[in-house]
C-alpha cells in the first residue's frame, strides 16, 4: 500500500469496520534520514489506532534505527518489516518478497528489531512454490521474534492479484505449524470472503488491500456476506464515500498525488459516465477544493439523474488506457519525490550504491499492472 493507506483513509476505513491498520510501506533508510519525509509519510490522530507502522529494508541498521524513531512518536503499537512486495522497484532495492533470497539476512533483521524495541514486532510474507519451504520461512521469523505473521498467500512472480486466487491451504498450514496470531491475505473482496477465509484457513484475522481501495467499507458489519460485481459496494455508496473520504482530508492533509488515486478508485464508475470531470481530476492543477468540487458536482448530477448506477462512455479499453495513465502519472509523481528526498540526502554520505536502490524506470510498464 505505497501512498494508498494514509491517515484519511485509514480513518474511513475505520469508520466502517476495519480494526487495525497499517501505514503506508516506509523505506527506512529515508525515514531515518529526512525529516520532511517522515513528517509527510507518517501522520497519525487518537482514532487511528491499533496502527503497525510497515517498513521495507535490507540493512539491519536502518531498519532498527527507522523503527527506533516511529517507536519514539508514541503511535506506533508495531513494527511491521514488509516481507511481500513483489514489484521491481523492490527487486531493484533488494526489499519485500525479494529477501526470499536471502532468509539469513532476515532473520536478522526481525531479531535486530525484537531485541531492541519495546513495541511487537510483525512480518508479512509471501509463500513459496514448495509449502516446506514456506513453514520453514514462516517458524524462522516466529523463532526470531516475530509476534504475528501475515501470509499472502500468493507467490512472489504473480503480481496480478485478479488473475491468480490466492493459496488458502498453504495460509491454513501456516496457521497450524505457528504459535503466534497469523492473518490471511488474499481473495478478500467483500464480508462473505473475509469469513470464509477465517473459517478455512482457522486464521486470527484477514487484511485487504485492493479490496479495500475499490471499498472501504468492505468490513463494515451492515454488508450482506455477498458481493455485487467485483465489490460488495454498490457505486452510488461508493461516491458517498469518496466525499466522506475528502471530507477527511480537510481535517488531515495528505500529498495531493494519494488523494487523487482515492477519487479515481472510489468514484471512477462515475467517472466513466461523466468523462468531462473525469477530464478535470486528471488535467487541473491538483487541489483539494478542486477534487472535492469534482466529487460534489457528480453527487448533484447523479441526484438528478435519478439512477443508483452509471451508464459508462467510455468501453472497456478506453477505461484501461486511462488507468494506465493515471498510474504513470502518479509513478511519475512519486519518482519526482523520491528524487527531492534523495536530494536532501546528500550531505548524509549516501553512496551511489545506496542511492540506486530507488532508481526506477517508470518508461517500463509492467510496474503499473
Known sequence: MVDQSELPFRLLCRRHGATCAYTPMLHARIFSQDRKYREEMLTSCAEDRPLLVQFCSNDPAHLLKAARMAE???????????????????????????????????????RTLAQNLRIPVTVKIRIFPDLDRTLAYARMVEAAGASLVAVHGRLREQKDNSATRAD?????????????????????????????????????????????????????????????????????????????????????????????GHVHKLAGDWLAEHTDLRDT??????????????????????????????????????LAAMEREEARRAAIEEQEREADALGRLEGCGCGKEEEEELIVDWSDESLFG
Open 281 to 318: 481530476i486528471n488535467r487541473a492543477p491538483p487541489t483539494l477544493a478542486m477534487f472535492t468540487q469534482v466529487v460534489d458536482e457528480v453527487r448533484s448530477r447523479v441526484a438528478a439523474s435519478g439512477r443508483d448506477r452509471p451508464e459508462p462512455r467510455l468501453g472497456a479499453a478506453e
Open 168 to 260: 488458502w491451504d498453504a495460509i491454513r498450514a501456516v496457521k497450524r505449524a505457528l504459535s503466534v496470531p497469523v492473518l490471511a491475505n488474499g481473495n478478500i473482496r467483500h464480508l462473505g470472503d473475509a469469513a470464509s477465509c477465517l473459517e478455512y484457513t482457522g486464521a486470527d484475522g484477514v487484511l485487504s488491500a485492493e479490496g479495500l481501495l475499490f471499498d472501504p467499507a468492505l468490513f463494515a458489519p451492515r454488508r450482506a456476506p455477498v458481493a455485487i460485481g467485483d465489490y460488495a459496494a454498490p457505486p452510488l455508496e461508493r461516491l458517498e464515500m469518496a466525499a466522506e473520504y475528502l471530507s477527511l482530508c480537510a481535517a488531515h492533509p495528505v500529498p495531493l498525488r494519494m488523494v487523487r
Open 72 to 110: 519514539a512518536s508514541g503511535v506506533a503499537d508495531a513494527i511491521d518489516l514488509n516481507l511481500g512486495c513483489p514489484q521491481r522497484i523492490a527487486k531493484r532495492g533488494g526489499y519485500g518478497a525479494f529477501l526470499m533470497d536471502d532468509l539469513p539476512k532476515v532473520e536478522t533483521m526481525v
